[in-house]
């Protein structure tokens, strides 16, 4: 059998995303396609606009057979342990090629970038850049331009797109990795009427704003987006300050992610109406505005630095699959390498107390009684 497999966010699903999955199947002739999909946060370090139980049978519906949860703690790392968690959960379940959106499409030039990324020459350049205070993703780009390469690996799905490529080189056997191109709209674009394809960012500000955005949605994304709401950092953002004001400098300096005095920034701010108001107050050169959304999450959920021991996939958990998803799983199960979970029990792992946690808050302003959800038997399409 051909296992194929993919990363999503689904923030929400689309049409460029059914694009994706259609054009996967297509070109790999996949006999069972698995994707490793994000929960209630996503690697902007943002909420998800919808529950990921919503988002799994979506994904169904889309035609993934086996739909995997990426932990919470590794959704809100930068895109190199984002990517590294998520190709592992792939590889262990036996995925032999996986299939990821690009700007470019072109395979070869991502090759030669997550190559250049080991090596001694760009590592020098980039500390010597960190060392003048400018950010890590800015450091990491003038060190790859400084090796002769273009703007191609700057844009968001290429980024990922190596990282992904960086990832599969450690494994073995190495999983092919494919590159799909993106068409008609890019990450950041507004909507544009010519097309049924537009980028999540637009689609999500067309919902926040109570515009129309039937058509570059299913029917079925709509009707669940127009019965649900839509969080957004803003309505967090009161529990996230009360969790910087009432925290000693000294605990809030064991919080994953707040490194180099920067608890002193987060401290340091007086009462910011919200969420993109106390980012500006605490940017740096050395911060990107994501790194920032990523720490006030870790912030806002209590991830200490002592809690995430390992960046090694501790688990596979199962949100849901369908017939041909489940036949597969029952062939593989007894020779996966880490235990394979459908049931949360009474003992687990810490990462799923963590999950646990993330869907708790995420319902402070939810409200569907997800925790409820979480002890439910997996979704079956």
């Known amino acids: 059998m051909k296992i194929v497999g993919i990363v999503v966010e689904y923030n929400p699903l689309h049409y460029g995303h059914i694009y994706h999955i259609e054009e996967t199947k297509k070109a790999s002739k996949a006999d069972v396609l698995v994707a490793v999909m994000s929960g209630h946060l996503v690697q902007r370090g943002e909420f998800s606009v919808i529950d990921k139980f919503t988002k799994t049978m979506w994904a169904l519906k889309a035609g993934i057979d086996l739909v995997i949860e990426l932990p919470g703690v590794f959704s809100i790392q930068s895109a190199e342990y984002f990517a590294k968690t998520s190709i592992e959960i792939l590889h262990s379940l036996g995925v032999m090629e996986v299939y990821f959106g690009s700007e470019t499409g072109e395979i070869e030039p991502l090759y030669g970038v997550a190559l250049a990324l080991d090596s001694k020459r760009y590592n020098d350049t980039v500390k010597h850049y960190l060392d003048q205070g400018k950010s890590y993703p800015s450091s990491s780009s003038l060190a790859l331009k400084e090796l002769g ?10 980024i990922l797109g190596i990282q992904y490529i960086k990832a599969a080189q450690s494994l073995s056997p190495k999983p092919a990795m494919k590159a799909i191109k993106r068409i008609q709209t890019q990450y950041y674009d507004d909507i544009d009427d010519a097309t049924h394809i537009q980028s999540a960012t637009a689609i ?33 953002y009161p529990y996230f300050f009360y969790k910087i004001k009432s925290t000693s400098l000294q605990d809030l300096a064991l919080i994953h992610g707040i490194e180099e005095g920067l608890e002193n920034r987060f401290k340091q701010v007086s009462n910011p109406e919200n969420s993109a108001q106390f980012i500006d107050a ?48 029952n062939s593989i199960k007894a020779d996966l390498p880490v235990p394979l979970i459908t049931k949360i029990k009474k003992v687990r792992h810490p990462y799923l107390d963590i999950e646990l946690k993330i869907t708790e808050i995420y319902d402070l302003v939810y409200r569907k009684n997800l925790l409820k959800k979480e002890f439910e038997p997996v979704i079956i399409l």
């Open 149 to 158: 390469f273009d703007d191609s690996h700057t844009t968001p799905n290429n």
């Open 282 to 329: 605490v940017i740096s050169r050395r911060y990107t505005h994501a790194k920032i959304r990523r720490t006030m999450m870790a912030c806002l959920i209590d991830i200490k630095k002592a809690d995430i021991v390992s960046y090694s996939v501790p688990y596979i958990r199962v949100l849901g699959m369908n017939s041909k998803g489940q036949n597969y799983l």
């Open 204 to 236: 999500r500000k067309r919902h926040q704003s109570k515009e129309p955005y039937a058509d570059y949605v299913p029917e079925y994304v709509l009707q669940s987006l127009h019965t649900h709401t839509m969080p957004t950092w803003d309505d967090f």
